[in-house]
């Protein structure tokens, strides 16, 4: 069965850096998400992305996050200069364009720490 | 800020006990989702509710989205130790997930 997979599983970085979470969504799949999750918090929406461009974004989608579809298969969240508070789990997801139905399927995580 | 807020954050049981989770709103949503966790993976869809008053059943869990679509309800008759995970509600609004603070759910054999 077809999943979403995420690079690296565990990240760790200095408060400042530059880091690049990685992601393949499903490959006939055209929505593509990023979400976090800080330990012992609820799932945020950080952004949503559909034909190259970012449709919606949400308040902590700052100036110090990007992301990119650089080719047909990866999808990338950039956060240019990390910050204690960036640390968290980040999930990629992905949902095909169909109108029947509205799942995301998400992948596994990447664990960003930021020391 | 649109907020999801489950009832009980921790719930811990026998294997056999029947539970109920909450998911409550101030806001309507146009549909809601549940989603189990597990340790070190993504949320895992479990349904999609989209009628008030729908109701859906998945085996053992049973699954309510409530007349004026704010609330949604999770059912779980003779609860086994595989349940164990976290659950999570979720509306959609416009192209978002918006998650709920989630319920973990402990059953002890």
């Known amino acids: 069965e077809p999943e979403v997979t995420q690079t690296p599983s565990h990240q760790v970085t200095q408060m400042g850096q530059e880091v690049i979470l990685r992601c393949v969504p499903i490959?006939?799949?055209?929505?593509f998400y990023w979400y976090r999750q800080i330990l012992g918090q609820k799932v945020e929406f950080l952004v949503s992305f559909y034909n190259n461009e970012i449709s919606e974004k949400s308040e902590i989608f700052d100036d110090q996050f990007s992301v990119e579809r650089p080719d047909g298969s990866n999808f990338t969240l950039k956060i240019r200069s990390t910050k204690l508070e960036d640390s968290a789990m980040y999930f990629c997801?992905?949902?095909?364009?169909?109108?029947?139905?509205?799942?995301?399927?998400f992948g596994p995580g990447t664990r960003l720490t930021v020391t | 800020t649109q907020l999801l807020e489950q009832s009980p954050q921790f719930l811990s049981i026998q294997e056999g006990e029947n539970l109920t989770v909450y998911c409550n709103s101030s806001s309507v949503f146009s549909s809601l989702q549940w989603y189990r966790q597990e340790p070190g993976e993504g949320p895992v869809l479990l349904v999609t509710v989209v009628t008030g008053g729908e109701v859906k059943k998945l085996k053992r869990l049973t699954f309510q989205f409530g007349d004026a679509r704010k609330d949604s309800s999770l059912h779980i008759t003779a609860a086994q130790p595989g349940d164990t995970g976290l659950y999570l509600c979720?509306?959609?609004?416009?192209?978002?997930?918006?998650f709920g603070t989630g319920t973990r759910l402990q059953v002890f054999p």
């Open positions: 979720a509306g959609i609004r416009t192209d978002k997930l918006i």
């Open positions: 490959s006939n799949h055209l929505y």
């Open positions: 997801a992905s949902r095909p364009n169909l109108r029947s139905t509205w799942e995301q399927y």
